[in-house]
């Protein structure tokens, strides 16, 4: 692993850190999380911030695309306007920057779009799912 788009818990967290593996977090997620919480919450020195230009724009529309297509042809349970364009932006720019290997989230809805989008486009990213406990996603025999 080389570098991860980030949204996680502190156990994740201080593994990465440990790791030297490089965080980004996108201006994306940090405006997500500024709607309840302070963006002075966030540990903004150990993330490497990646805004969102143009070539995320262009490869977002892309994944909309698939996903609204996908939506009408699988009748997946998603209520309209659940495909948040936010989770297009994301991938898309986890997918545009090649230093990216994996996205990590709990979120259950992001990990439905992520697999429906997989089914039209190979995305250059795969998902770390951190409602796994860390220890568990990477193997780690704790002896404490």
Same mark, same amino acid.
């Given at each position: 692993m080389k570098t991860l788009s980030i949204k996680m818990?502190?156990?994740? @967290?201080?593994? @990465?850190? #440990?790791?030297?593996?490089?965080?980004?977090?996108?201006?994306?997620?940090?405006?997500?999380?500024?709607?309840?919480?302070?963006?002075? *919450?966030?540990?903004l020195r150990n993330i490497q911030i990646l805004p969102f230009n143009l070539d995320h724009a262009k490869r977002a529309g892309e994944f909309a695309s698939v996903l609204f297509e996908e939506k009408r042809?699988?009748?997946? *349970?998603?209520?309209?306007?659940?495909?948040?364009?936010?989770?297009? !932006?994301? @991938?898309?720019?986890s997918d545009k920057d090649n230093s990216i290997t994996h996205f990590v989230t709990s979120d259950s809805r992001?990990?439905?779009?992520?697999?429906?989008?997989?089914?039209?486009? !190979?995305? #250059?990213f795969e998902i770390i799912d951190i409602t796994i406990p860390y220890d568990e996603q990477f193997g780690i025999i704790g002896f404490d």
């Open positions: 818990p502190r156990n994740y @967290f201080r593994y @990465f850190l #440990e790791n030297k593996v490089l965080l980004k977090g996108s201006t994306i997620s940090i405006a997500e999380y500024c709607v309840r919480g302070s963006v002075d *919450e966030l540990p042809i699988s009748q997946a *349970e998603l209520k309209p306007g659940a495909i948040i364009p936010n989770d297009s !932006k994301l @991938f898309a720019q992001s990990l439905k779009i992520y697999k429906m989008l997989s089914k039209r486009i !190979k995305p #250059e």
